[in-house]
């Protein structure tokens, strides 16, 4: 199984029509991963991967249309902090946002958004969501993962794929892989993902990496010892 995303999942991409946006956009089709559209304000009406994908001017359209449930963000800095609370007055269950260089003052305004809100959101400034040969919403490299049982939660972006790397060359697969992001105001925590993969009847044990500064690694180790049973 795994938590978050899977097969199902229905994706759009929010900055779509972007050259980065169009870029991991593709790499997340062709890993397997079902993006249904994408949101660029202006650009409704048009396609984007080769024609593959609609687009529409928001998400609330794109929702409507196609019944999309998570978001992947690849819009500047400047507009992701309200791309995000785009997504979330739309009723997009999961956002993931990959943009690095959001102002921390508003972060803090999108959190307390989010969190009035039924949307779950991880980043940003993280590399994202890969659920092994389900699907890839965000810019891990696919290739180096294999479907298993171990959860993977990681701060960092390259550790995540150094850890993911690590447990195949041991032959251990991987449930979901999780980056969090660094960023000093994120929307998922360390904890609330450990609680997801304890309730997951088919992850059997967890790998947690934290990066220096903060306290959500104590909090998180603390939450494990008593409330987690598998492997940490």
Not at 15 to 35: K, P, R
Not at 82 to 97: P, T
Not at 160 to 169: G, H, S
Not at 208 to 215: A, D, H, N, V
């Amino acid at each position: 199984m795994s938590i978050l995303v899977n097969k199902n999942s229905k994706i759009i991409v929010q900055g779509i029509t972007g050259s980065e946006g169009t870029f991991h956009a593709t790499q997340c089709l062709e890993y397997g991963g079902n993006v249904v559209g994408g949101v660029t304000p202006g650009k409704g009406g048009q396609t984007a991967l080769d024609g593959k994908v609609p687009v529409f001017n928001s998400c609330a359209e794109a929702r409507d249309k196609t019944g999309a449930n998570v978001s992947l963000i690849f819009v500047p800095p400047a507009f992701a902090a309200d791309a995000i609370m785009e997504a979330a007055a739309a009723g997009i269950e999961l956002i993931v946002c990959i943009t690095e260089g959001i102002p921390v003052a508003q972060m803090v305004e999108v959190r307390a958004f989010v969190e009035q809100t039924k949307s779950r959101f991880i980043g940003p400034n993280c590399p994202g969501i890969l659920t092994p040969d389900e699907a890839k919403v965000g810019i891990m490299p696919g290739f180096i993962a294999k479907k298993g049982t171990v959860g993977v939660i990681s701060k960092s972006g390259t550790l995540t794929y150094e850890a993911v790397d690590q447990l195949v060359q041991q032959g251990l697969g991987q449930s979901t892989c999780i980056g969090i992001g660094g960023d000093p105001i994120i929307g998922t925590t360390m904890k609330e993902l450990l609680g997801m993969f304890e309730t997951d009847p088919e992850t059997e044990a967890i790998v947690m990496i934290g990066e220096i500064g903060g306290s959500m690694e104590i909090e998180a180790a603390r939450y494990a010892k008593e409330n987690v049973t598998k492997p940490v």
